[in-house]
């Protein structure tokens, strides 16, 4: 049998395109719990802020800690699940991963600081619109999945803002929270 | 240099193997899944597999899920070897100009 330069180099290009593809569906299914968790989170914050405004800030509080915890817990179960494979991810990953959110939340925390919004909506809006934009950015590298739900996400979220008054926090909590709800069952079916 | 591995190189065949090696060591992917990812017909899949797994490189589980029959695909040790000994061989005819 014999093979050819051209051929050979067909063939190491359509092994790439395939570990592309594995790699992208690992990072929709480690993703998905994700979404998953805070499409829960931002869904129960907001309809809380909607429907009994007193709870709001013990429901927010309480809420982005289930939220973290669960994240975090979910990455150190998918860690430790990971067996190393030819394509595996680089060893301190899941570290870089978790300082990378660290990094995330200390600018949001910045954000807020320096532009101290003038109402809870407005506060709202402005730390819901982050996340929506990385999973944009994300989407460039993991796939167009995880792009889609970020530019859906960030459209509602401004059109909520500007043209959704007094519903506001329910059409964040269906819209913003919903939409990262469906988006993690997307990406699970992916 | 050892020369090219008949089996895997194959389009498909190559296609398959390399979609599972991307794989954890212990995991396994389903035949539908497989499928999609190739955009390639049952019988199709159904003829390289059998010849994959006739030469030992996968595995060929079938079980149910509730009452859904469910087959499950993974590459084998034998199989793993073998296909990075023919990426090996791809690297070096094309470094070495073959």
Redesign the interface.
């Known amino acids: 049998m014999n093979v050819t330069r051209d051929e050979a180099a067909k063939a190491l290009a359509d092994i790439d395109k395939a570990t592309d593809k594995v790699i992208e569906l690992k990072g929709y299914h480690h993703g998905a719990p994700h979404f998953i968790v805070w499409g829960f989170v931002w869904i129960f914050a907001n309809t809380i802020t909607q429907f009994w405004q007193q709870y709001t800030a013990h429901a927010w509080i309480s809420l982005l800690a289930v939220g973290m915890i669960s994240s975090t817990v979910i990455g150190i179960l998918q860690g430790r699940n990971a067996k190393p494979a030819a394509s595996s991810m680089p060893p301190g990953t899941s570290r870089k991963m978790g300082m990378t959110s660290g990094i995330v939340f200390a600018f949001i925390f910045c954000m807020m600081w320096i532009a101290q919004p003038e109402s809870d909506r407005q506060a709202n809006a402005m730390i819901s619109i982050i996340f929506p934009f990385l999973y944009m950015c994300g989407g460039i590298w993991a796939g167009w999945r995880l792009f889609a739900i970020g530019l859906f996400t960030a459209a509602a979220i401004l059109f909520g803002f500007f043209y959704v008054k007094e519903w506001f926090d329910l059409w964040m909590a269906v819209f913003a929270g919903g939409s990262l709800l469906a988006g993690g069952l997307w990406l699970r079916s992916a | 240099m050892d020369?090219?591995d008949?089996i895997i190189?194959q389009?498909t065949r190559?296609?398959i193997a390399?979609?599972l090696?991307?794989?954890?060591?212990?995991?396994s992917m389903e035949f539908s899944k497989l499928k999609q990812?190739?955009g390639a017909t049952d019988g199709n899949m159904a003829t390289h597999l059998g010849a994959l797994e006739k030469a030992g490189y996968i595995a060929v589980q079938k079980d149910f899920v509730g009452k859904k029959p469910r087959t499950r695909v993974a590459l084998t040790r034998t199989g793993?070897k073998a296909f990075?000994k023919h990426?090996q061989?791809?690297?070096d005819?094309?470094e070495g100009?073959?």
């Open positions: 020369g090219p008949e190189h389009s190559l296609k390399a979609t090696n991307a794989l954890h060591f212990s995991d990812i190739l793993r990075e990426v061989y791809l690297k005819l094309l100009g073959g």
